[in-house]
């Protein structure tokens, strides 16, 4: 673990109870507080001048008493009086300073943790991503850089700065008075042992706060993203519902959370009611009758006085501390999922000429998540039945290789597989005699193209999610892929051709659109191997014509691997692989398997031709 100053140690073990917090911020402090360590210092110079200024004006408090009240000195009263307006000039203007650079760190966290999370998402397996919904992921992600932001700038240092104002005023009290001042040894430990017990309670309610506001989060998206089958159901009054359930949920947290901050509020106003009674009543009693100066009393009570707003929000501290706490861990939550070992890219660099395929006797189950989500440390991983069961096959180079069969057979986990979204529990998988677990995964990706069954647009411009198939592509090469794929008409005729901008997933084109977009990008990637997954839904006929015409320019000449739903893909097919149950039921031609009149192929045939 890396090293903190020693004294920054002292404080962060004094705060936190528990090593494991002490671990998380400790790791939180060595992250951040080394990058900006001149901003930092800066700031701490102007905190220290403002617990200078603060404590000062208490002082002065005793000359104004003693030279301009008692001693009726009205150049003393001129003097003082500058001093007084210099010294409020200085706070306010070294507190303009210290904002400045305390949000500019801020925003730099923020910032850098969420390139830092995402780098770190990109890495992250498929599996990953199959355990939590993404916008509730999305959701709890921003919640908690927010609140690492706030525990390191607002929390961290406002306690240096309350702190340090703290000492100045005790010290002018001391200075004052010092009999009078050992009393707040007195009231203080009660109030602090009182609070700590607050705080343990705060750090289960803003668990549960983050999640129910990730789930409200998600609700939101959902809506907006599924909003045609939401408005079509009529499901609007069960959504409605469901929302204002979670809303209040979340709304009953956030004022728990008020209340047990908030309860610390009378608590401490009783507390100093009662100081600043005792020391009235007592500090007049020793102006009467023993002649202490009434300047010095004076004084004192100021002192006394402006230390409340600091003492108070110092003995809040470990509440706020916990709710920022909860925030980080998370974080690391997500920052420790391990990349999984696999090479990104490794020395093993490998290109394929011809493209077969071949699976040797191949099983695999998935791993299962239960319970899986952020911040929940009770996860179970089991894994499923076998999903593949011993699958040997081989898809022949530049041809066409057809997977069908009956749904939740395993087709989709073969693609799945061959490009390394999981590795095989047995068996190997090779692509011109190599074993692709011995390559790095962005060569073996880099030379397939994969079309996916529902297309994925993103944001920015047609030519851009073009593009992103082969950064170098160059525009002519775009706009060709484009007529192949029979999309460049439809492209040309949207407002700003391919500079137009991408609705949400392409929400602003047809799905026969988004389909033949989905084509070209793969026509860019211009890669040995096609993988692909056929969609069947929503296509008009002439759509469909239209794809399946982009589908054969695109499958010309390649290995090609397809989950086929179309009857014309089917019977065009070099090969046809029956997958059932995660085996190999059936294997020929079209021609072959439909004579074979008991097989699984001529059923599932008879039901697609009826
Ligand atoms: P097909 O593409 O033939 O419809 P799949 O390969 O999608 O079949 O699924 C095969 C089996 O694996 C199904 O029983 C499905 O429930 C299961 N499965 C698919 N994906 C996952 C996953 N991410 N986690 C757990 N089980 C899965």
Known sequence: MNRLNPTLEKLVSFLLKTPDEAGVFRRMAVENFGIYKRQY???????????????????????????????????????????????????????????????KIGNNIVARYQRRIFDHLLNLDVAFFSRQHSATLVSQLNQNVIGVRDMLNTVILGYVRDLVTLIGLIGVMFYR??????????????????LARYARRVKVIAQQ???????????????????????????????????????????????????????????????TGLAVA??????????????????????????????YEPAKKLARLRIVLERSMVNARMIYEVLDTPIPKKDLDNDNVVTFKDGEIVFDDVTFSYDVFQGARMGNEEQDVYKTPPVLKNLTFTAQAGKTTALVGPSGGGKSTIISLLQRFYEPEN????????????????????????????????????????????PDASDMEIEEAAKSAQAHDFITALPEGYDTQMGENGANLSGGQRQRLSIARAIVRNAP?????????????????????ALEELMKDKTTLVIAHRLSTISSADSIIVIDGGE????????????????????????NAS
């Open 427 to 470: 068996g190997l998988i090779f692509i011109d005699g190599e074993d692709i677990s011995k390559l790095g995964v962005y060569n073996l990706r880099s030379q397939i193209a994969y079309v996916s069954q529902s297309p994925v647009l993103f944001q920015g411009s047609v030519r851009d999610n073009l593009r992103y198939a082969r």
């Open 177 to 194: 008075d010092p009999y009078m001042s050992s009393a707040v040894f007195i009231f203080g430990p009660i109030v602090l042992w009182t």
């Open 209 to 271: 706060e983050i999640r129910i506001n990730a789930q409200v989060a998600t609700a939101m998206q959902e809506a907006s993203h599924g909003i045609s089958v939401l408005k079509a159901f009529t499901m609007e009054n069960q959504l409605r519902t469901k929302l204002n359930a979670l809303t209040k949920l979340a709304e009953e947290r956030s004022n728990k959370i008020a209340r047990i901050t908030a309860r610390t509020g009378p608590l401490t106003e009783t507390l």
């Open 41 to 103: 210092a800066i700031a701490c110079v102007c905190l220290l001048i403002i617990a200078g200024t603060t404590a000062y004006s208490a002082y002065i408090m005793g000359p104004i008493v003693k030279d301009v009240f008692y001693g009726n000195d009205l150049n003393r009263a001129i003097v003082l009086s500058t001093i007084i307006v210099c010294i409020f000039l200085v706070k306010g203007f070294v507190t303009y300073i210290q904002t400045v650079i305390l949000n």
């Open 584 to 607: 190999l039921v059936e294997q020929g031609r079209h021609e072959d398997l439909v004579a074979a009149s008991h097989g699984v192929y001529a059923r599932l045939h008879d039901v």
């Open 529 to 549: 191997i096609l993988l692909l997954d056929e969609a069947t839904s929503a296509l008009d006929n002439q759509s469909e014509a239209l794809v399946q015409a």
């Open 278 to 307: 005792g020391v009235t009543a007592y500090g007049g009693w020793r102006v009467i009758n023993h002649g202490y100066e009434p300047s010095d009393l004076t004084s004192f009570m100021t002192a006394l006085l402006l230390a």
